[in-house]
């Protein structure tokens, strides 16, 4: 194994753990897409049973709530998608790497007490 092999496949496994903080990041931005369009759902539902006021500025913050979710759902999720595709292309690259080196198998010797 040369050291060029070692510093590709070492520049290869970055890029995959940056791409793993970007998805664990999209997971936390879908659960605040979630709050939006249930805060959103919950306010219009409240709104509408005269539990709140019916004011225009709770009605359309709750309208704007859910749209803001939704859009943000979509957009993470494209994201998330798009990050889960190059890890995978990244993976294969690696894999690659690592299967032409030719590696020689060690086998385990007995141990000796």
């Known amino acids: 194994m040369t050291e060029a092999d070692r510093d590709a496949i070492a520049v290869l496994e970055a890029r995959i753990e940056h791409l793993a903080g970007t998805i664990e990041r999209c997971a ?13 759902v919950a306010l219009l539902a ?17 309208i704007t709530a859910v ?12 994201t998330r998608d ?6 995978d ?6 894999d ?3 299967d032409a080196l030719a590696l020689r198998r060690v086998e385990q ?3 000796l007490h």
């Not at 936390?28 to 959103?40: D, H, M, Q, S």
């Not at 539990?51 to 709750?62: E, K, N, Q, R, W």
């Not at 803001?68 to 759902?73: H, K, Y």
């Not at 798009?82 to 890890?87: K, L, T």
């Open 67 to 78: 749209i803001a979710g939704v859009v943000l759902a979509g957009s993470n999720r494209a």
């Open 89 to 94: 292309a990244l993976n294969d690259e690696r």
């Open 82 to 87: 798009q990050a889960q595709a190059q890890i």
């Open 109 to 111: 010797r007995p141990t």
């Open 96 to 98: 690659a790497l690592i």
């Open 28 to 40: 936390k931005i879908a659960t605040g897409a979630r709050v939006l369009i249930w805060g959103g």
């Open 46 to 62: 409240l709104t509408l049973l005269a539990v709140l006021p019916m004011t225009a500025t709770l009605f359309f913050g709750a």
